[in-house]
């Protein structure tokens, strides 16, 4: 909405109203529409052809995902954490997570503070894993937005931050407090 049309609805509440439901559509359209994107893993089948090697995608890659924001959060991770992050139930989770393991992204270590819990640790394998894809990821954003303006960059980086933040704090996923 323009400067001149907010003025204007200002003065008009059922106005504003209609311009924020449109809004609010308008981003959960943009939602759906990314939702969709990488559930068909699109990004997954391009940075394969890039590479030229398969690229893990879907739970594979989701479980390692988990561990390496659990690690930047300075949390532990274990299968429960994974499930919990992932929605599904701990015997599936334990299946993805071992598979990680056989992959070799990750690797099982002890809990120091209990003794009858596991946690999970990223492989240099897996790093170097996680950082070919955000090595892709990021030079995909860059390219989206090569013809934007500086500002209109960093707008967008600050709000869609904001915006994942406070959306996961509402819907209560997981690390995102």
């Known amino acids: 909405m323009h400067d001149a049309e907010r003025d204007g609805a200002a003065d008009d509440p059922e106005g504003e109203v209609a311009a924020m439901d449109a809004e609010v559509a308008a981003i959960e359209r943009a939602m759906v529409a990314l939702r969709r994107s990488a559930a068909r893993r699109t990004l997954a089948r391009r940075a394969e052809r890039q590479a030229g090697a398969p690229v893990p995608g879907g739970a594979a890659f989701d479980v390692l995902d988990v561990v390496e924001a ?11 954490e994974v499930a919990d992050a992932l929605r599904v ?49 990021r030079a995909m954003v860059a390219r989206v937005t090569r013809d934007w303006p ?20 509402a819907s209560g996923a997981p690390g995102t407090d």
């Open 70 to 80: 659990a690690e930047e959060r300075g949390e532990p991770a274990g299968v429960r």
């Open 89 to 137: 139930d701990q015997p599936r989770a334990s299946k993805l997570v071992a598979a990680a393991v056989q992959a070799g992204h990750l690797r099982r270590e002890a809990d120091q503070t209990d003794g009858r819990r596991t946690l999970l640790a990223v492989t240099p394998d897996g790093r170097e894993l996680l950082e070919a894809v955000h090595t892709f990821r």
């Open 150 to 169: 500086a500002a209109d960059r960093a707008a967008f980086a600050r709000l869609f931050t904001r915006f994942m933040d406070d959306f996961g704090a």
